[in-house]
C-alpha cells in the first residue's frame, strides 16, 4: 500500500470517527506504531489533522470538518462515563449530583471527577443552592447536535437512542435538530 493511500485511510477513518485518541487509531487501523505516527505528523504538517491533548491522550481530528466547538464537544463524549452524563443531564434537563450518581450507579466522588471536567471543559455548568449542586448542559442544542451529527463515530447504543429521541423530540416540538 503506498504512502498517500496509507495517509487516506487514517484521514478517512478521523473524519468518520472524530476525536479517536492514538491506540485507537492504530488498533481500528491495524497499523504499526511508528508508521502511524509518521503518517499522523505528515497530515497535521500538511494541516490536514489536528491533534489536542486530552489529559493523557492525544486526540486527532480533521482540520476542516468540525468547529472547535465540536472538538471539545466530542474530545470530551469520547470517554463513556463522561457521554453518559451529559447524555443524562440532557435528557432531564437539570440534575441533582445526588441523581446522576444514582443513575449512573457509581461512586459520588468518581461522578464528581467526572462532572468537574465537564463544567472546566465548558460542556457542563453547576449552580449551588444550599448543599446541593445542580448541572445542565451549557449550550445543549450544539451538544446535542454534535452527538445526533457523530453519532456513528461512537458505535454506542446509547447515543443512537439519545439521537433518536431528541431528533423526535424536536420535530414534534419545531425544534431545530438535524441528522
Do not use: C
Amino acid at each position: 500500500m503506498g504512502e498517500v493511500t496509507t495517509r487516506k485511510r487514517i484521514y478517512e477513518l478521523i473524519v468518520l470517527n472524530p476525536g479517536l485518541h492514538f491506540r485507537e487509531l492504530q488498533r481500528r487501523l491495524n497499523m504499526q506504531v511508528g508508521m502511524l505516527e509518521y503518517h499522523l505528523s505528515v497530515l497535521q504538517r500538511e494541516g490536514l489533522v489536528v491533534a489536542r491533548q486530552d489529559g493523557k491522550y492525544v486526540r486527532y481530528f480533521a482540520n476542516t470538518v468540525m468547529t472547535q466547538q465540536e472538538r471539545n464537544i466530542i474530545g470530551n463524549l469520547r470517554n463513556e462515563v463522561m457521554r453518559r452524563i451529559v447524555i443524562f443531564v440532557l435528557e432531564k434537563g437539570r440534575v441533582k449530583h445526588r441523581e446522576i450518581v444514582e443513575h449512573l450507579n457509581m461512586s459520588s466522588s468518581t461522578i464528581s471527577y467526572y462532572l468537574n471536567k465537564l463544567v472546566k471543559n465548558g460542556i457542563l455548568e453547576r449552580e449551588s443552592i444550599g448543599r446541593e449542586n445542580y448541572y445542565t448542559v451549557k449550550n445543549p442544542k450544539l451538544v446535542a447536535n454534535t452527538i445526533i451529527k457523530y453519532r456513528k463515530s461512537f458505535l454506542d447504543s446509547l447515543v443512537d437512542n439519545f439521537a433518536k429521541l431528541w431528533i423526535e423530540k424536536n420535530k414534534k416540538g419545531g425544534g431545530g435538530a438535524s441528522a
